[in-house]
């Protein structure tokens, strides 16, 4: 009898946690930040900017964008292109480009700093227009709420594990030793999870087909998420699930 044995991580944080979609970046640990003065910072001088050149709210009042950026060693930052993101920035495109002008004309921008040398690294923002112009109040930081599997305690992981690991069929498969198996999937504005990508592979793609479908299966009205939030408007939200296989008994 094969043990599989089934651990649930979830991003704990919606600001600044997109490592395993951008592997290339360095990421920012506990103690740095990507732009002087922090997060508050970041959205004071928003503010100010939008203030001082005469920029205008966007019409729409839930409009939220994830806006990533890249931050080099030295020199002006650059856009990162996100695709999990891309239809945001096509719905939202009012505060897309809102976004990418404000963080333009900023100049505050701290590259991370790895055993004494600074490195090209990655950060990101969400983005909600209304909360930056009249409505802006001194040290505010996006506030969020993640997303919960059919609204029970501790965001419902135990219940959508059990699921997960009932749906998985290992049937004419073999292994010797116990392996892992990462694998990450967004819980959309909807509720409906979607975009599911192998991170650490089986080794055999057939097997990561298998386990791509049991997660898939656990979905329909009875499986339904409650969205991630940010102050107040829904999310999009990536889980991160390892998956172990434990070693034969």
């Known amino acids: 009898m094969k043990n599989i044995l089934f651990s649930i991580f979830v991003l704990s944080s919606f600001i600044v946690k997109a490592q395993d979609e951008f592997q290339e970046y360095y990421h920012y640990a506990s103690g740095q930040y990507p732009y002087q003065g922090g997060e508050a910072a970041f959205y004071k001088d928003f503010h100010e900017i939008v203030s001082k050149n005469g920029l205008q709210p966007c019409e729409n009042k839930d409009e939220v964008y994830n806006l990533k950026v890249i931050i080099p060693e030295t020199g002006p930052i ?124 089986s080794g055999l793609p057939e097997f990561d087909e298998r386990v791509l479908r049991g997660i898939k299966s656990v979905k329909g009205k009875k499986h339904q998420w409650t969205p991630g939030k940010i102050d107040g408007v829904p999310v999009k939200t990536r889980f991160r699930l390892p998956l172990r296989f434990g070693a034969p008994e």
């Open 78 to 201: 650059k856009y990162l292109k996100d695709e999990t993101n891309k239809d945001a920035a096509e719905k939202y495109k009012c505060t897309y480009d809102l976004g990418l002008k404000v963080v333009s004309l900023m100049n505050k921008w701290k590259p991370i700093i790895i055993n004494g040398e600074k490195k090209q690294s990655v950060a990101q923002f969400y983005i909600i227009s209304d909360h930056l112009f009249e409505k802006y109040k001194e040290g505010y930081i996006p506030s969020g709420e993640m997303a919960n599997y059919k609204h029970q305690p501790g965001g419902g992981i135990n219940s959508f594990r059990k699921q997960v690991a009932e749906r998985i069929d290992t049937r004419g498969y073999n292994w010797s030793k116990s392996f892992t198996m990462i694998v990450t999937f967004v819980v959309n504005t909807d509720g409906e999870t979607e975009d599911y990508k192998v991170l650490q592979s």
